[in-house]
């Protein structure tokens, strides 16, 4: 072939085409209804029912709307559970709004930090592009909320709800990213000029305000502290007076952060297993707990994951949540779709090569609340909480192959006593820091 499209080579691919009375089929049915509706596999869910040897109860169903906030979401729904068991309740919500506020001013702080130590970067190079891209958008990561908390505490949903900006953050997040552009701009001109590192910091001290203001006008102003309501299962009232979220956490939640770990599983060659990694420019709170994880094979991710739930304990996990997922039925299968047969091609990239050539990488964080062993003790299909509402799936609940784990789960959070040894060992080394637009370095939405 050349190095242009001949009109004989249109003709050659239209024969091919005609060639297969399947082909005509196919168009005629994917025209009507659309692609993944031409080849949905109906074996696919019969296959993968909602039935689990291990579940474990958790709240209703929570709902991010129009935000990037799953990482967020899932986290809470992996503390609420603290929270119920150990004030007997039926169900509760903690609020999603209060760390969405503090995550933007922390990303806003961050952002500008960055900018100041990289001012020597040229204007034009892939550090600043990078940098400038998305200064404080929606997604995160597991060791980004664990800063969060470990600084602001959480606060029952009640005591700071929901709003209109917080279900929908686009708007705000446009208007905060402007400013933050044009913050960097004054950054970057103002040492141009010669101004001291003390007369940059004030200068962002001033920034940092506006932001303040911006998001307290957006989101309104997070409680300092709160009297917490409620009625228990035995409808025994419950009154919990004057406390600070700080307090709340720690007494309520009480979960010990410094023993959760990530274990992230990238089977690419520049990541050999038992290696510990971060991600350069990757966080939210300065001062904070760096992001880090510990690359394994698969199975260990499986392995730990099971252990946590065993002892009843959810387990928050990110994933590729877009592939081969079908939302009405809330199944993520390798056989979903159809769609090798559909169009009569393969799709041969295996994981790593995936996320080698930009198709796939974390994009969506949820909660493992059960999983089902057969016969010998070996999983065949995991219960998903999503934080989509209750219409998707049975009642906002997904479930997963244990093939799709294997090709399109990239981390979970477990407490590290669920670990070997070395593994425990592995994750105190010192990273390996990764470029900012490595895949491992993607934020979950």
């Not at 930090?113 to 990289?118: A, C, D, G, S, V």
């Not at 970057?188 to 101004?195: D, M």
């Not at 989101?219 to 307090?247: A, C, M, N, V, W």
């Not at 510990?276 to 698969?298: D, S």
Request: glycine fraction near 6%; charged fraction near 25%; charge should be negative.
């Amino acid at each position: 072939m050349k190095e242009n499209i001949e009109f004989s080579n249109l003709k050659d691919y239209e024969s091919t085409f005609e060639a297969d009375r399947k082909n005509e089929v196919a168009m005629h049915a994917t025209v009507a209804n659309g692609i993944l509706e031409s080849c949905k596999a109906v074996e696919a869910v019969v296959a993968n029912s909602h039935n689990f040897s291990i579940s474990i109860e958790a709240g209703e169903m929570t709902n991010q709307k129009k935000s990037g906030r799953c990482w967020m979401f899932a986290a809470l729904n992996v503390m609420r559970l603290e929270i119920m068991e150990k004030l007997n309740l039926k169900n509760m919500e903690l609020s999603q709004a209060y760390p969405l506020f503090w995550d933007k001013l922390e990303k806003a702080n961050y952002f500008l930090e960055n900018i100041i130590e990289t001012l020597e970067e040229p204007l034009e190079g892939r550090v600043i592009n990078y940098l400038l891209k998305d200064p404080l958008g929606d997604g995160g990561q597991w060791d980004m909320f664990a800063d969060l908390v470990a600084k602001y505490g959480v606060v029952p949903k009640e005591m700071m709800p929901e709003s209109k900006v917080s279900s929908e953050t686009n708007r705000m997040n446009r208007l905060l990213t402007v400013k933050l552009r044009e913050f960097a701009y004054a950054l970057r001109t103002a040492n141009s000029q010669g101004k001291s590192l003390e007369e940059l910091r004030k200068l962002k001290e001033s920034q940092l305000s506006t932001i303040y203001t911006m998001l307290c006008i957006s989101l309104g102003k997070p409680p300092k502290e709160f009297t917490y309501e409620t009625r228990d299962k035995d409808d025994k009232f419950i009154r919990i007076s004057k406390i600070t979220p700080q307090e709340f956490y720690k007494k309520y939640v009480s979960l010990n952060l410094e023993d959760y770990v990530s274990l992230i599983n990238a089977p690419t060659s520049d990541k050999p297993f038992g290696k510990t990694y971060t991600v350069q420019y990757l966080g939210n709170v300065r001062g904070g707990k760096p992001v880090r994880y510990l690359n394994l094979p698969i199975e260990e991710l499986k392995k730990a994951a099971i252990k946590q739930m065993q002892d009843g304990k959810a387990v928050w996990f990110g994933s590729d949540v877009g592939q081969n997922s079908d939302k009405d039925s809330g199944l993520m299968a390798l056989d979903t779709y159809d769609l090798e047969g559909l169009f009569s091609t393969t799709f041969p990239l295996d994981k790593a090569q995936r996320l080698d050539y930009g198709e796939s990488l974390m994009t969506h964080a949820m909660v493992l609340t059960g999983v089902n062993l057969d016969e010998n003790g070996t999983p065949n299909r995991w219960r998903v909480e999503n934080s989509w509402g209750e219409e998707p799936g049975v009642k906002g609940y997904f479930v997963m192959s244990d093939d799709w784990f294997n090709e399109y789960t990239y981390q979970v959070v477990v407490n590290k006593k669920y670990l070997s040894k070395e593994q425990r060992e592995a994750i105190n080394q010192e990273p390996i820091v990764l470029k900012p637009w490595d895949p491992m370095g993607s934020l979950a939405k």
